[in-house]
């Protein structure tokens, strides 16, 4: 069984008309799955969600900057998309669920945003433990995938085996290419693949300004840097209090992450075997390794 699953699309069409092609070349999935923050932050947010919602039999969750829009956080930004999506668009985001299951055999995928217990709280590579555990209690599955973090990275925890699927719209590692991953189920276990595609940035950022979109000199040029604007948000593993209003330095997830530019792979694999210690973690672009 092959599970296709991509997250943080952020508005960019470019960066997803060049993920799904990527995904009929090479993928074939039996299931996909969308992750949640379809819109917010892109110059085109109603023809980015038109065309996430032509994948055929794809299952949604919710993100926080879904959450936003559903609230009509008092921003700029969030008007701008509302201003933008249909009655029929915002009927779709407002029922998006928290989170989607799949079961095949004695294992079990559990998609989320951010963690399977809220929005907000990331899951990074080098969050403790013990601040992690509380958010799995509950979990029958197996593998976790979420997005949210915008960093590719695989982690074992206890029983579970966590995978950020980083950002199809905004990755923040440096690397300037869309993300997704494929999740290959076989006898050894799962199979994880982070795949990165290139897309053509240049094709994105001069939109921002004919569109209106509002500070758009700011956003045309962290989509160019590929890093988060305006020192978004401090780096804490911890949730930020919500004030009740919409911050703007907050509207790509509350993050913002500053690590060296990854090798120029294509992809990267590992096979996962059931765990033989209690905590293993990689991210980035490594050849295949078993943990």
């Known amino acids: 069984m092959r599970i296709v699953v991509l997250s943080d699309i952020h508005g960019n069409v470019k960066a997803l ?23 917010l932050v892109g110059p085109r947010p109603a023809e980015a969600l038109a065309l996430v919602r032509t994948i055929e039999g794809a299952r949604f969750v919710r993100g926080n900057c879904d959450q936003y829009i559903i609230d009509r956080e008092p921003s700029d930004v969030v008007q701008f998309v509302i201003d933008r999506l249909s009655d029929d668009d915002m009927a779709f985001v407002e ?23 809220d929005l907000e709280t990331p899951i990074k590579p080098e969050t403790h433990e013990s601040q992690i555990l509380p958010l799995l209690e509950g979990v029958s599955a197996d593998l976790v995938a979420f997005g949210h973090y915008h960093v590719p990275f695989v982690r074992r925890v206890g029983r579970w085996t966590l995978a950020d699927i980083a950002s199809v719209g905004k990755p923040c590692d440096g690397d300037t290419r869309a993300v997704y991953a494929m999740f290959t189920l076989g006898a050894a276990g799962w199979q994880i693949e982070h795949r990165r595609v290139a897309f053509d940035v240049e094709a994105v950022a001069p939109p921002f300004p004919p569109v209106g979109f509002p500070n758009t000199g700011q956003r045309a040029g ?27 330095e907050r509207d790509l997830c ?28 990689f991210h980035g672009d490594p050849a295949p390794t078993s943990i």
């Open 222 to 248: 962290a989509l160019r840097g590929w890093r988060f604007y305006n020192d978004m948000a401090q780096d804490t593993a911890h949730r930020l209090p919500r004030t009740g209003a919409f911050r703007d």
């Open 95 to 117: 029922a998006l669920p928290f989170a989607q299951q799949l079961s095949a055999g004695q294992h079990e995928l559990l998609v989320v945003h951010a963690n399977p217990k």
């Open 17 to 39: 008309e060049a993920v799904l092609a990527d995904i009929r070349r090479e993928a074939a999935p039996d299931a996909i799955f969308v992750a949640g923050d379809l819109t």
């Open 254 to 281: 509350s993050l913002k992450r500053d690590r060296p530019r990854p090798p120029q792979q294509n992809w990267r694999s590992t096979w996962l075997p059931p765990p033989t210690s209690n905590e293993s973690w």
